[in-house]
Nanobody, 128 residues
Framework: QVQLVESGGGLVQAGGSLRLSCAAS????????MGWFRQAPGKEREFVAA????????HYADSVKGRFTISRDNAKNTVYLQMNSLKPEDTAVYYC?????????????????????WGQGTQVTVSS
């Protein structure tokens, strides 16, 4: 079992920044890939970013590329999402997820079914 707890969400003005954290427990952190998804009101959950176990490969949705950065600290069992130049359309509940695979991803990283464990989510609200 893997437990994931997100933090760092909040209210920020457009153009501002936030850093989300996701603390993992329950299994050796560097045995799985990590990802971030988000769900805006009335919309389906969508892929935001993903990072392999080593941190050597990262992937982003086109909508956040160049503004968001995913990183991980395996010593702290934590994955981060640095969000800069935030826009009102970034408003959503952000979820972190774990894919229990040592190399790459077990499936398509942008697909929800690839990910084995999910956190409860943290709200990000960007005001215009």
């Amino acid at each position: 079992q893997v437990q994931l707890v997100e933090s760092g969400g909040g209210l920020v003005q457009a153009g501002g920044s936030l850093r989300l954290s996701c603390a993992a427990s329950g299994r050796t952190f560097n045995n799985y890939a990590m990802g971030w998804f988000r769900q805006a009101p009335g919309k389906e959950r969508e892929f935001v970013a993903a990072i392999t176990w080593s941190g050597g490969s990262t992937h982003y949705a086109d909508s956040v590329k160049g503004r968001f950065t995913i990183s991980r600290d395996n010593a702290k069992n934590t994955v981060y999402l640095q969000m800069n130049s935030l826009k009102p359309e970034d408003t959503a509940v952000y979820y972190c997820a774990a894919d229990l695979v040592h190399l790459g991803y077990s499936g398509s990283y942008y697909t929800e079914s690839t990910w084995d464990y999910w956190g409860q989510g943290t709200q990000v609200t960007v005001s215009s």
